[in-house]
């Protein structure tokens, strides 16, 4: 079952993965435990993942004034994933576009 829904590529992740070489950041499914992660991205990027992070984002009620009235909604509510790999090892996001 895939658990990895996509790599998280934000100016925030950006700055801790030049930070910290070997941390890279996932959006996972909110089911997805740790174990789950770290052998779906070892078996996707063919890395060695020393440590997992995860944190659960819970999904934000907004509105907004239009013309044609008040328009509500909820954004998705969703799970991070930090991923910390071997010394050395990398991960190109890049490599295929």
């Given at each position: 079952?895939?658990?990895?829904?996509?790599?998280?590529?934000?100016?925030?992740?950006?700055?801790?993965?030049?930070?910290?070489?070997?941390?890279?950041?996932?959006?996972?499914?909110?089911?997805?435990?740790?174990?789950?992660?770290?052998?779906?991205?070892?078996?996707?990027?063919?890395?060695?993942?020393?440590?997992?992070?995860?944190?659960?984002y819970?999904?934000?009620?907004?509105?907004?004034?239009?013309?044609?009235?008040?328009?509500?909604?909820?954004?998705?509510?969703?799970?991070?994933?930090?991923?910390?790999?071997?010394?050395?090892?990398?991960?190109?996001f890049?490599?295929?576009?």
């Open positions: 079952m895939n658990f990895v829904i996509k790599p998280l590529v934000t100016e925030k992740m950006n700055q801790t993965t030049e930070k910290f070489s070997n941390r890279y950041g996932f959006i996972v499914r909110p089911e997805a435990n740790k174990i789950e992660i770290k052998k779906e991205i070892e078996g996707l990027y063919n890395v060695k993942v020393v440590d997992v992070n995860t944190m659960r819970a999904g934000k009620r907004s509105s907004r004034y239009t013309r044609a009235g008040l328009i509500r909604g909820q954004k998705n509510a969703y799970k991070k994933a930090i991923v910390t790999l071997k010394e050395g090892e990398v991960i190109d890049y490599s295929n576009i």
